[in-house]
């Protein structure tokens, strides 16, 4: 549990608040380089660290690259 404090802990505000939300569940949007995918990771680890499943967890990412892509196809 210190070991996910410590993660937590270097995050900033606004990037501990999907983080530590447990219940529920959790889209965030923001601009490139903003630390979208580092939430991700410390949010499903905290998670898990809780005690919740990992069955019991879905993460998806989307990108303007797949967007463009797909309506290429």
Do not use: H
């Not at 965030?28 to 680890?45: E, H, P, Q």
């Amino acid at each position: 549990m210190k070991e996910m404090q410590r993660y937590i802990s270097q995050l900033n505000e606004a990037q501990q608040a999907p983080v530590l939300q447990k219940d529920g569940p959790m889209i965030v949007i923001a601009g490139a380089g903003s630390g979208k995918t580092r939430v991700l990771t410390v949010r499903i680890a905290n998670l898990m660290s809780q005690g919740v499943d990992a069955f019991n967890i879905l993460a998806l990412t989307f990108s303007l690259t797949a967007k463009i892509k797909s309506t290429l196809i």
